[in-house]
């Protein structure tokens, strides 16, 4: 899928995703509409931050760990 070696899988994968990412591309968008997000926020490439980021710590890691998503981002500029 990273190498797109296999159009085949990649297709595959991309349509697998595909139902996941509009729903939260949805999402976004809803909260953009109500206040809930700044406005100038695109949906789809948040989205896309999201899920490469993801499989960028399932490639380099070998999983996501639990902890890891438990606990919030450092601050930029925060000395932890």
């Known amino acids: ?3 797109d070696t296999d159009r085949r899988f990649t297709g595959l994968s991309a349509w ?5 990412t509009d729903a939260l591309v949805r999402l976004i968008r ?4 109500t206040g809930k997000l700044r406005g100038h926020l ?3 490439a ?6 490469g980021v993801y499989l960028g710590e399932l490639i ?3 999983s996501v760990d639990d902890v890891r998503r438990q606990q ?4 930029v500029g925060s000395h932890r």
């Not at 697998?16 to 996941?20: G, L």
């Not at 919030?72 to 601050?75: C, H, I, L, T």
């Open 42 to 44: 695109d949906a789809d």
């Open 1 to 3: 899928m990273v190498g």
């Open 72 to 75: 919030p981002p450092a601050r």
């Open 60 to 62: 380099r890691r070998g």
């Open 46 to 51: 948040a989205v896309s931050l999201i899920v």
């Open 16 to 20: 697998c995703f595909a139902a996941y």
């Open 30 to 33: 809803a909260d953009v509409a």
